[in-house]
């Protein structure tokens, strides 16, 4: 039995966000049908399936798809919609990428479809949300973090941000509240008897996720400057060194018991006061032996490789971890033995490797069932599903509304 066994979930999004979020579902247990447009893909980051037999590979290895089955269906036909409406029927959830008022133009927003199905779990996931002056503005994860304050805080303190890839506000802001909110609107759904609309916007989760950083901010109007502070690795028991052979190690000696074991390790126990300080979350250091300690460390992380100062680092329990390449990750014993790289059997092409699966569940763990679909792989069976005969089929792909 899976977690999420029975629960039906439409797919209408077109960015890796939202298929994420979905996947996460799926690996639960989830039956996902993904909704997809005909034509080429139209966004640069498409989550869209690959077309033709000469792709599967490609489509074996897109991990967010996985779990999941392919419809192409014209939203924009009235037959195509006919059908939609009755797949929304049948479904718990439906998520949605659009730009707000895209969905209502469509025909297929929530105040449509609650009136079809009034247990629907509706969730939208959008730049800026469903209301407000920025709601309808194009972006990207790199403006959602701008506007959460938290580009600004990371990087050195000498010139501009640095960009921490998409994983805040995509990733984290928008494929992760949407999971949340999505599992919570069911539950709710079990006392209630009625869905609910789930309205996720990635600034929004972005911005969540600094609530941590607001504290010295609303309590005291402190606000934290990039570089400066000890989770920016401004004070020497945070930080990433380099070793002898040109890899690097981190540190995360905030504890004041993994720092004094540093310093003794090293022979430094005149260090061992200088520890951290919680006033070191919003100051940036200002006694001059901050920058001794700091480049005795420099130094010193210089004489050994990246893995003997692991090993001798672990052994004296201190805080540590190597700086990994993604070739270094899914080699790693303890990656493995959580099994966050899993190998999923295919007919044709063997084993397919993956990120595994989280969050662990002791009774009802996830499973990868299927790899990532064909573009329409499963059009003619999803509409037999619905009753429709073959004849009933060609006729509908004749006219595009399906493909």
């Known amino acids: 039995m899976l977690a999420l066994e ?3 979930i439409l797919e209408l999004t077109r960015v890796a966000p939202g298929t994420f979020c979905t996947m996460i579902l799926g690996d639960l247990g989830a039956e996902v049908l993904k909704i997809e447009a005909p034509g080429p893909a139209e966004f640069v980051g498409s989550s869209i399936s690959p077309k033709g037999e000469e792709n599967r590979k490609q489509a074996a290895y897109f991990a967010l798809n996985r779990n999941k089955k392919s419809i192409v269906l014209n939203l924009k036909a009235e037959r195509g919609r006919e059908i939609f409406y009755r797949l929304a029927q049948q479904a718990d959830v439906i998520v949605e990428g659009f730009r707000p008022g895209v969905a209502q133009r469509l025909g297929i927003d929530y105040d449509t479809i ?5 247990k629907i779990v509706y969730c939208s996931l959008s730049g800026y949300g469903q209301d407000g ?18 580009l600004g805080l990371i990087g050195p303190p000498e010139g501009p941000p640095v960009i921490p890839l998409n994983l805040v506000a995509d990733f984290a802001g928008a494929s992760l509240h949407g999971v949340i909110g ?21 600034m929004d989760g972005a911005i969540s996720l600094m609530t941590f ?3 010295s901010y609303f309590l005291d109007g402190i606000i934290p400057k990039r570089g400066e502070t000890a989770l920016h690795g401004a004070y020497p028991y945070y930080g990433v060194y380099q070793t002898k052979d040109g890899k690097y190690i981190t540190l995360g000696c905030i504890e004041e018991h993994f720092w004094e074991n540093l310093c003794r390790l090293l022979g430094r126990e005149d260090y061992i006061s200088y520890h951290f300080s919680s006033e070191h979350f919003v100051q940036k250091p200002e006694d001059t032996k901050w920058e001794e300690i700091h480049s005795f460390l420099k130094q010193t992380f210089l004489t050994k490789t990246r893995d003997e100062w692991f090993e001798l680092l672990v052994q004296n329990d201190i805080t540590a971890g190597k700086v990994y390449t993604l070739d270094e990750v899914f080699s ?16 044709t092409l063997g084993k397919i490797k993956q990120v595994g699966i989280t969050p662990k569940l002791s009774d009802t763990p996830g499973k990868v069932r299927s790899l990532s679909p064909l573009l329409g792989e499963h059009t003619d069976e999803i509409l037999q599903g619905l009753g429709l005969n073959q004849e009933e089929i060609e006729s509908l792909r004749k006219e595009g509304v399906i493909d």
């Open 133 to 150: 002056p920025y709601r309808t503005f194009p972006g990207h994860d790199i403006n959602y973090i701008s506007f959460a304050g938290a």
């Open 332 to 347: 790693d014993p303890q990656v493995l033995h959580r099994q966050m790289v899993i190998e999923v059997e295919h007919p």
């Open 114 to 118: 609650k009136k079809l199905n009034s």
């Open 6 to 8: 029975g629960v039906r």
């Open 213 to 215: 950083f607001t504290t």
């Open 182 to 202: 999505i599992l919570t609107a069911l539950l709710a759904r079990n006392k209630t008897g009625k869905g609910q609309y789930v309205d996720v916007a990635y």
